[in-house]
């Protein structure tokens, strides 16, 4: 019996531009989609959500915890990440 294969998950131009001015990388976004919460969103979206350990600066500020949560929109065969928020406490 095979197992049914993770759906593959696209990041949109916005999104990877949100990554990198907002500190996630991809396996962060893929990590929160595959293993964190989810939540609904605007306009038939779904938000995810999962806390990675931090311990480090950011913005010349300490933070033990980032939460990375993508913004995603399901299509037949994939999903698209739309955008990508980043918080740190």
């Known amino acids: 019996m095979n197992e049914p ?3 593959l998950i696209i990041f ?3 999104a990877q531009t ?3 001015e907002r500190g996630a990388d991809e396996a962060e976004v893929i990590a929160a989609i595959r293993s964190g919460t989810i939540e609904p969103a605007r306009n038939n979206r779904m ?3 999962k806390n990675f350990q931090f311990d480090g600066l950011w913005r ?3 933070y033990r ?3 990375v949560a ?3 929109v399901a ?3 994939r999903l698209v990440v739309v955008t990508v928020y980043v918080f740190y406490y």
Do not use: F, N, T, W
């Open 75 to 77: 299509e037949a065969d």
């Open 47 to 49: 938000l995810y959500r």
């Open 18 to 20: 949100q990554m990198q």
């Open 70 to 72: 993508p913004v995603v």
């Open 60 to 62: 010349g500020r300490s």
């Open 12 to 14: 949109s131009r916005h």
């Open 5 to 7: 294969q993770p759906p």
């Open 65 to 67: 915890i980032k939460q």
